[in-house]
């Protein structure tokens, strides 16, 4: 009963995001299934608009170039779970928890374990679109 209970506050937060200054952005509304077919065809280098669920933290771990705060979150309709990497010298470090509900833009990368979402930050250079990770109403780009 727990267990159903935290999936529909989960549910209900996701929607909230979607419908409450998550939804249209500059490329597009939150639409998971952009993630879902892209895992499915292996795709990668595909710009997504998502939301989930925060199933674990990863912490801050050193960069190629700069440091990276990570989480993985789950993605339905086609409940795959995917990496989420955060540039923190852009968007600081980013406050998760397991359970947080989150939206982020950025490009999708696969790989056989669900993928990555990575660029979810603005480039200062302007050659990659800009992306963000929103948790508790508050945007980190």
């Given at each position: 009963m727990a267990s159903a209970r935290s999936n529909a506050r989960a549910f209900l937060a996701l929607a909230a995001l979607a419908s409450a200054g998550c939804g249209p952005t500059a490329s597009g509304p939150?639409?998971?299934?952009?993630?879902?077919n892209a895992y499915a065809q292996h795709g990668s280098h595909v710009?997504?608009?998502?939301?989930?669920?925060?199933?674990?933290?990863?912490?801050t771990q050193p960069g190629v170039r700069s440091p990276h705060t990570g989480f993985v979150v789950r993605i339905e309709p086609c409940d795959i779970t995917v990496r989420v990497e955060a540039n923190t010298d852009f968007t600081g470090v980013v406050p998760v928890?397991?359970?947080?509900?989150?939206?982020?833009?950025?490009?999708?990368?696969?790989?056989?374990?669900?993928?990555?979402i990575h660029w979810t930050h603005r480039d200062p250079r302007g050659r990659h679109?800009?992306?963000y990770v929103r948790v508790g109403g508050k945007i980190y780009q």
């Open positions: 939150i639409d998971n299934r952009v993630v879902c710009e997504v608009d998502a939301a989930g669920t925060v199933t674990r933290t990863l912490g928890r397991a359970g947080d509900a989150v939206a982020m833009r950025g490009e999708y990368e696969y790989y056989a374990r669900g993928g990555v679109p800009d992306g």
